[in-house]
């Protein structure tokens, strides 16, 4: 028995024909009386009986009417209840985001999305772009902010903000330090980076051979909180966006722009080949944007710019 079946049961049971059925629920006339057939051969007999006027349910065909209403009425309930949980069930997204970016974002967006996206669950995993990377390939996390290397431009990342970079050393510290620092200014500047394989340090190297400088490169820390002590122990300086200062001391601190055309930090948002459905998706990736526009407009993301989302 299938469940058309029990519809084209009770329809011909409502209309009194075959033929007013059919019209009634929108479908062929022989293909509703060939399902009927099968249906009387299911349960070797008659259900209807022909006359001029129509059709009449038999004995068996009313003892089948009560529960085949009670059938149908029992899927419609079912059908109600799926529906409900389509709506209301919850989608579990994973998104991973660098350090720097994480520290201005995270509180933000959790909150923007219990606001507006009540059926998302947002995890969040803090991690080096070099990291999130991998954790994209191995589908780990289902989005990545990441910092972009000079050149790339992956078909599933968008663009979603830049910001300018800035060296920061300790004002007190013996380091001759412009008002604007040049690319042969800036090689002779004693400085904290990151190793090579992040995207900040990637940045810079490339800006080194395409400017044809040698930066003077005193240390290599990826941690933020080892840049900065060695920076106020006046070691030497390090180059970061404007954002990633906020959290330091401020009383003994210089922070200069760097005059340096292509040194311009870019972010992008990537999506995992996994299985996130693009209906969660599409509003993520919205609020997302609203979120940093917010902070960026408010002053909370100091050095940022952002572009309109692209209408798909």
Same mark, same amino acid.
């Given at each position: 028995m299938e469940t058309r079946?029990?519809?084209?049961?009770?329809?011909?049971?409502?209309?009194?024909?075959?033929t007013a059925a059919a019209e009634?629920?929108?479908?062929?006339?022989?293909?509703?009386?060939?399902?009927?057939a099968k249906l009387e051969a299911e349960f070797g007999g008659l259900l209807f009986v022909r006359h001029k006027r129509g059709v009449e349910l038999t004995v068996m065909g009313e003892r089948f009417k009560d529960h085949a209403i009670d059938i149908w009425e029992r899927m419609e309930v079912a059908r109600q209840a799926s529906r409900l949980a389509a709506r209301t069930a919850t989608c579990e997204v994973t998104i991973g985001i660098p350090p720097l970016i994480s520290m201005l974002l995270v509180a933000p967006l959790i909150q923007a999305v219990q606001s507006s996206l009540p059926n998302v669950v947002l995890r969040v995993r803090e991690a080096m772009t070099?990291?999130?990377?991998?954790? @994209?390939?191995?589908?780990?996390?289902?989005?990545?902010?990441?910092?972009?290397? /000079?050149?790339?431009?992956?078909?599933n990342a968008e663009p979603m903000f830049e910001e300018k970079l800035y060296l920061g050393s300790r004002a007190t510290a013996d380091i001759?330090? /412009?008002?604007?620092?040049?690319?042969?200014?800036?090689?002779?500047? /004693? @400085?904290?980076?990151?190793?090579?394989?992040?995207?900040?340090?990637?940045?810079?190297d490339d800006f080194s051979r395409r400017t044809g400088t040698r930066l003077n490169i005193v240390a290599e820390v990826d941690s933020i909180t080892g840049q900065r002590d060695l920076v106020l122990k006046g070691v030497g300086a390090t180059v970061l966006p404007l954002s990633g200062y906020l959290a330091w001391p401020q009383a003994d601190l210089r922070i200069v722009p760097l005059n340096c055309a292509g040194l311009v930090s870019k972010a992008s948002l990537v999506r995992s080949a996994g299985p996130l459905?693009?209906?969660?998706?599409?509003? @993520?990736?919205?609020?997302?944007?609203?979120?940093?526009?917010?902070?960026?407009?408010?002053?909370?993301?100091?050095?940022a710019s952002i572009e309109p989302v692209p209408v798909h």
């Open positions: 079946q029990i519809k084209y049961f009770l329809a011909i049971s409502k209309f009194g024909s075959f009634g629920i929108g479908v062929a006339q022989p293909a509703l009386s060939a399902q009927i070099v990291a999130l990377r991998e954790m @994209l390939a191995a589908r780990e996390v289902d989005l990545a902010l990441l910092y972009t290397s /000079p050149g790339e431009c992956a078909a001759r330090v /412009p008002a604007e620092i040049s690319a042969e200014q800036l090689s002779s500047i /004693p @400085l904290i980076l990151s190793t090579p394989s992040t995207s900040h340090r990637q940045l810079l459905d693009v209906r969660t998706l599409a509003p @993520l990736r919205g609020l997302l944007h609203r979120v940093i526009q917010g902070l960026i407009e408010t002053g909370q993301w100091p050095g």
